[in-house]
């Protein structure tokens, strides 16, 4: 794909050992990185897609999947942030396309980005994909749950309010740290539109809720 080809060669030439090397640390030494920065990384992207750009869904698909196949994260946000420049092309079969990038290469970055820029973006324009997200909730796999959880964070005062409490009720008995802090944010930033209903959340499950989640969420309550 000359796409790809174009990207590889533009993040070698341009890449930092050193800024490397401690991008890796940061990510636990999980993924390889060629050193650039994020706005290095997005000028180097748009002028690739402009010389190379995808002209159809299914070119978008394979595209996406072969960057996330790569071994440097900075593919991989290449991918994710494709599919925002490419969002006309979004169908209903989309979401699916989604979890395969949310189930692989899994860390925070680049599953927070998909479920609130994509997950939760797509869910609006094809509102009858809302109720897959219960099937999310309760998935074996933690980052589905997470964005399960984060999907709505952007929504302000179109949040299904019921929806995100029983999300949180079904998941703040886990012991997980990425579970826990999701529960916290998605209360916190809900509590920006509506602080009475998120204080007396945590109020009524405070026996239940981490400390981590009662903290993140409350943040903004008086």
Known sequence: MKLIEALGKSFKESGKAARAAG???????QFECFGLTSPERRALQKIAVQKHPIKDYQELVDTVHALWSKEERDFHHSGMELWGTYEKMWTTDTLAEFKKCIT???WWDTVDHLASNCVGKLIQKYPEL????????????????????????????????ELLFSFCEKTMDEKDFFIRKAVGWVLREYSKTSSDSVKQFIEKNRENLSPLSIREGSKYLT
């Not at 999310?136 to 309010?161: C, F, M, S």
């Open 104 to 106: 692989c290469n899994s």
């Open 23 to 29: 991008q890796k640390k940061y990510l636990r030494n």
């Open 130 to 161: 809302q109720k897959e997200m219960s099937n999310w909730i309760v998935d074996d796999d933690l980052w589905v749950r997470r964005t399960a959880l984060l999907h709505q964070l952007k929504y302000k005062g179109k949040t299904d309010e």
